[in-house]
């Protein structure tokens, strides 16, 4: 800490200690508010230059600037539906209670009551009449209140992030109407909202590391789920027919700008479907999302337009990949690999071993996903990197499953859920040879899961949403970690 932080931080000191010697409290249980920000600009933005309402209003919120002129003062007041003007002079206060309003602090909580008015340039400014000390703000706000702009100081102390960054607190508003308007449309459709735990005996639903726990109790290891489909298949089989989850998942990965350990998912099965509902939902529940947030299908993310008119493109992994890398994919897998070296494409030496279909799912990362920018569904994914999923009508080396990309990104995972018991024992039987061969990813065996399994699960189409990604278009924001309000870090 430098001396001139040190000197702030007693002179705030020294003014708490002053005001609890003049019986004020600094930091009292409550305030009489009327309106938000938002609520009086909504009233009376529309007046003219130099105009009073003869009404009067109560707020609250941050004092974020404050600049004194003798014996008149201008200063502006944040609440979380933004900020506004305040006005504060001696003829109105009064020569004490003027004098305890210039000496607030940058940062001090206040209540401000007094009549809108607008200034001879049509600023709306509310003229204090009287005010109160909320809450005595003991650090100061960034300097001249440029806001935060090291990356790493805003993530580690975020609620001075949200204080000072507009776009932060942005953010996680739309967050919050992206979440709305999820649950308005799936609830619209007949969806059932259901939880399913976290903590599991054997996780599953996705091919992922998971992290572990102890649970001290029952002495025994438990995981962090990864995903909660095989929970949600459990519920079809028990005759809800239409659920679906929004809840925090854990693979143990690393930290990127799209990826985070803990993360924001949702899914939702709908018995008697396959993955063209699926599809249909996609689009719907995006669509209202967009409508919620922006208002319109076209965005702009990044600095270029995004088109989220529907119908939205499909187009096959198989010939995507094809076309991108250059490669055969129909080729068997030592063929493949070697027209991937001639071609000079990059691939990480486990994925030489197979199985295929993971070659294939790197060559869309690496040689497709980047342009894929408008909505795109990528079809019909190979069996082996796909144990969930039912077999493609047609094609027995495929499954009925699709991804959703946009923005050069995957949002969305779906299936035509795979409901056969002994189609899917053969298949974790198929996952278990590659844990053992080394797969830290596979998909354990669950003979709960296939128990219940063998009761009867209607056909389903099942869809899951990374929704931070989607959070991240809608706020047009650039890391996954400006959309989570309280990142991890190292």
């Known amino acids: 800490m430098s001396v001139a932080e040190a000197d702030l931080l007693a002179s705030r000191r020294e003014k708490l200690d002053r005001l609890r010697a003049q019986g004020i409290a600094p930091y009292p249980y409550r305030y009489p508010r009327t309106h938000t920000v938002g609520e009086v600009r909504a009233a009376f933005g529309s007046l003219g230059p130099h105009q009073r309402t003869g009404a009067e209003v109560?707020?609250?919120?941050?004092?974020?600037?404050?600049?004194?002129?003798?014996?008149?003062?201008?200063?502006?007041?944040?609440?979380?539906?933004?900020?506004?003007?305040?006005?504060?002079?001696?003829?109105?206060?009064?020569a004490d209670a003027y004098g305890r309003f210039v000496d607030l602090d940058l940062g001090d909580i206040v209540g401000i009551s007094g009549e809108p008015f607008t200034t001879k340039t049509g600023e709306l400014t509310v003229d204090?009449?009287?005010?109160?000390?909320?809450?005595?703000?003991?650090?100061?706000?960034?300097?001249?209140?440029?806001?935060?702009?090291?990356?790493?100081t805003r993530y580690r102390q975020r609620a001075l992030d949200f204080i000072a960054n507009d776009d932060a607190r942005r953010a996680i508003v739309v967050r919050a109407a992206t979440l709305r308007a999820c649950r308005a449309y799936l609830d619209r459709e007949g969806f059932l909202e259901v939880e399913t735990p976290i903590l599991q005996p054997i996780y599953g639903g996705a091919t992922a590391r998971p992290f572990i726990t102890h649970h001290n109790a029952l002495?025994?290891?438990?995981?962090?789920?990864?995903?909660?489909?095989?929970?949600?298949?459990?519920?079809?089989?028990?005759?809800?027919?239409?659920?679906?989850?929004?809840?925090?998942?854990?693979?143990?990965?690393?930290?990127?700008?799209?990826?985070?350990?803990?993360?924001?998912?949702?899914?939702?099965?709908e018995a008697y479907e396959d993955y063209e509902r699926a599809m249909e939902?996609?689009?719907?529940?995006?669509?209202?999302?967009?409508?919620?947030?922006?208002?319109?299908?076209?965005?702009?993310?990044?600095?270029?337009?995004?088109?989220?008119?529907?119908p939205w493109r499909r187009a096959s992994l198989l010939e995507l990949v094809a076309q991108g890398s250059g490669c055969d994919v129909e080729k068997p897998l030592p063929e493949l690999l070697e027209?991937?070296?001639?071609?000079?494409?990059?691939?990480?030496?486990?994925?030489?071993?197979?199985?295929?279909?993971?070659?294939?799912?790197?060559?869309?990362?690496?040689?497709?996903?980047?342009?894929l920018w408008d909505p795109t569904f990528v079809l019909d994914f190979p069996l082996d990197i796909s144990p969930l999923a039912k077999r493609k009508r047609g094609r027995d080396d495929l499954v009925e499953r699709f991804e959703l990309y946009f923005t050069g990104r995957e949002v969305a995972n779906a299936f035509s859920e795979l409901n056969d018991p002994d189609d899917q024992r053969e298949r974790f039987a198929m996952q278990e040879a590659l844990r053992a061969s080394?797969?830290?990813?596979?998909?354990?065996?669950?003979?709960?899961?296939?128990?219940?399994?063998?009761?009867g699960m209607p056909p389903a189409a099942g869809i899951g949403f990374g929704v931070d990604r989607l959070v991240m278009v809608l706020a047009d924001a650039p890391s996954i970690r400006e959309v989570l309000a309280f990142p991890p870090l190292r």
């Not at 941050?62 to 609440?79: C, E, H, I, Q, Y």
């Not at 079809?236 to 998912?265: A, W």
């Not at 299908?297 to 600095?303: S, V």
């Not at 027209?339 to 869309?364: A, F, S, T, Y």
């Open 281 to 310: 939902l996609a689009e719907g529940m995006v669509e209202a999302c967009l409508l919620a947030v922006a208002g319109a299908t076209r965005i702009t993310y990044q600095g270029r337009e995004v088109n989220f008119t529907r």
């Open 339 to 371: 027209e991937i070296d001639r071609r000079g494409i990059p691939i990480p030496p486990p994925l030489r071993r197979g199985p295929k279909g993971k070659v294939i799912e790197h060559l869309l990362e690496t040689q497709v996903q980047d342009h």
């Open 219 to 269: 002495d025994r290891d438990l995981y962090l789920r990864v995903a909660p489909e095989l929970y949600l298949k459990r519920l079809l089989v028990g005759g809800l027919e239409k659920v679906y989850e929004i809840g925090r998942n854990f693979r143990n990965e690393g930290i990127s700008s799209m990826h985070n350990p803990e993360y924001t998912g949702l899914e939702a099965y």
């Open 438 to 455: 080394g797969d830290e990813e596979a998909h354990p065996l669950d003979e709960d899961f296939l128990r219940d399994l063998e009761l």
């Open 128 to 152: 204090v009449r009287e005010f109160a000390l909320l809450a005595k703000s003991l650090r100061p706000l960034p300097e001249k209140w440029h806001g935060l702009r090291d990356v790493e």
């Open 58 to 94: 109560s707020l609250a919120g941050r004092l974020v600037a404050l600049r004194r002129m003798g014996k008149a003062a201008f200063g502006n007041v944040l609440d979380r539906s933004g900020r506004i003007q305040v006005y504060a002079a001696t003829d109105g206060l009064g």
